[in-house]
């Protein structure tokens, strides 16, 4: 097991140094330099522009500056070209306002679309699986922009109330009405976010039940007389269930990935809305921050998902 | 592909619910470019009615107040009229074109890199890189640098390194010495491509780079090879073994003609499979990517930009909002539809 872990972390380092380059160079496909954020502002004059050249080191050449940026990123000075604050507080304080909404629907993910998929493999062809089925076909199919405006729609004609933002506006009487305030407005967000993700986990929970049903202990089991319900839950769920184990660590870089359209429909403050709006306005250093870091994540959660694999499934030691 | 395939395809009754659509989906954006192209189109796209603003679907137009060529082909807005007056029947069908080009070409440009990097990586895997492999390319490199920034003499030097690195490379041991093998360079270019979540990366790279629609494929295309590139990979990997490839081998059947005559037909089920699923993620992305107003620039139409406009009319003009919603949610559910419908046909185990 060691020696598997340290040769994990030295390829996952090699790994992230050639993250770290694409995630920088991609900012400079764009043609023009990041200086000339808008040209036709009458506002830059030529004095401006070198100021600021020189102040966030664009006179330098690339590799320099590919140095200097992930020195500043490491030691926490790496600022916001927008307002000049540390890019890393600011990622964290919309950090805090997205985890919520990532716990819930995630939350909601795992706890549903298990019964869901485990229920439509056992009686499979039965009424349960085609709706399951064509639902699920539905929800994958859905642009997510869409579905949160039908949805804002029925919400709003049926209940009245408001639905976008973080919370009503000047809303605060007492603690219990904005803590329900809260949550009403964590809702529908929410449950937007965990409809795509119980359809491809829940067919997916389906498939593999499916697969583990068809191997031959399982009809072993069922001659020996083993009762139906020991048969499914016993020998079959534990078997089909360990491949979700490593799609527990790619859980984590979901954080920042999956939610720019839904947060910048409800004008959530979290990640990914700042994500869109540090794109919109050329923030350079929060966009690079942003990809690096969602990268990373990917990476620590491969990692993870291969170490509790190891833990689970004794057959593996990798 | 062969008559027990399509038996197996019939009977899947929502695979064949989605080729009809597919194939539906197909006419209707062909004959939409038609008609909406031109300089006198029958359903202009852009025609500019003031007077009809936020019409509802299948309201008739007003024909008092407008010039004849302004009036919608039979006298009716189909699907209602926009901010503008413009007929949303019209902008649909315009963008439905939109759509169809993005999702194929994607899928097509990533497609076809996923299957040279795939094969390359199943079937010269096991060769190495040598140090010599290296200093080519530095050389080359240098040599390009030099041309470009007109140092003669360097150039000329480069040159000649090049020349003795060519007659030297097989002699000694040094550059003969092996870094890194093939498999294990792809497979890691393959996993630096995965870490970056998808839909983030292509909407940082469309934003910063000249929107159009060929931008959009082209990064559309070029970021999403790697499912491609690893299934071609391992087909590959367990097609070399096989006693067929050994024959035509000792056939003496070149290198070339085994990988596209004898392997690819062999290895193209699983990529037809994933790159039918693939138009549908990329007509999503690109509906996305419209609907943020990264995209297509305006004034032509796409579904995701007519939702994107549509949403300040939320709840005066839903149809801004559901027509093109549905049309997209119809599109990807047909080809989701079949492709699933296709893999099942596919798979040889389900075939008795």
Known sequence: ?318 | MNRGFWAIFKKDKLGMLGLFIFILFFVIAILGLILTSGRHPLFDPSMIRLEEKLKPPLSHANINVLSPEQIPPFGIYIFGTDELGRDVFSRMLQGAWVSLTVGFVAVGISVAIGIVIGGIAGYFGHYYIKNYHMLLICLFSLGIFSFVKRYWSALFCTLIFLLLLLYVKTKSPFLKKGIISVDTLITGIIDVMLCFPSFFLILTIVAFIPGSLYSIMVVIGLTSWMGTARFVRAEFLSLREQDFVLAAKALGVSEFRIIFRHMMPNAIAPVLVSATLGIASAILTEAGLSFLGFGVPPPHATWGNILADGKQYLFDAPWLTFAPGIAILVVVLSFNLFGEALRDALNPRLRY
């Not at chain 1, 080191?57 to 916001?80: A, N, R, T, W």
């Not at chain 1, 449950?191 to 829940?202: E, F, M, N, P, W």
């Not at chain 1, 984590?252 to 959530?268: C, D, H, N, T």
């Open chain 1, 1 to 318: 097991m060691f020696p598997f872990i340290v040769r994990s972390i030295i390829q996952k380092t090699i790994t992230l140094f050639f993250i770290s380059i694409i995630s920088f160079s991609v900012i400079h496909l764009a043609p023009g330099e990041p200086s000339q954020i808008n040209p036709m502002n009458p506002r830059f004059t030529p004095e401006l522009i070198k100021r600021f050249r020189s102040q966030f080191h664009l006179d330098k050449p690339l590799y320099m500056q590919y140095l200097i940026f992930y020195k500043d990123l490491f030691s926490g000075k790496l600022c916001s070209w927008k307002d000049g604050r540390p890019v890393l507080r600011k990622i964290w304080e919309r950090f805090l306002n997205s985890l919520p909404l990532f716990i819930v629907g995630t939350l909601l993910t795992w706890t549903l679309s298990f019964p869901i998929g485990i229920h439509s493999a056992i009686k499979r062809g039965g009424v349960f699986d085609k709706t399951a089925t064509f639902f699920a076909y539905f929800f994958i199919s859905i642009p997510g922009f869409f579905f949160a405006y039908v949805l804002i729609i029925f919400v709003v004609n049926t209940f009245h109330v408001p639905v976008i933002g973080m919370k009503t506006f000047g809303f605060s009487s007492d603690s219990l009405h904005m803590i329900m305030d809260r949550i009403w407005h964590m809702l529908i967000p929410s449950v937007l976010s965990a409809t795509g993700g119980i359809a491809i986990l829940s067919r997916y929970v389906r498939s593999q039940m499916l697969e583990v049903e068809a191997q031959d202990y399982i009809r072993t089991a069922r001659a020996k007389g083993v009762p139906e319900d020991e048969v499914h839950y016993k020998h079959a769920l534990r078997n089909a269930l360990l491949p979700f184990i490593t799609m527990f660590g790619l859980v984590i870089p979901g954080l920042i990935g999956g939610s720019v359209i839904i947060e910048s429909i409800f004008s959530w403050p979290g990640i990914g809305r700042m994500a869109y709006e540090a794109i919109l306005s050329r923030d350079y250093p929060v966009v690079i921050t942003l990809n690096f870091i969602s990268a990373v994540l990917v990476l620590i959660g491969t990692f993870i998902s291969d170490l509790l694999y190891m833990v689970a499934d004794p057959r593996i030691r990798l």
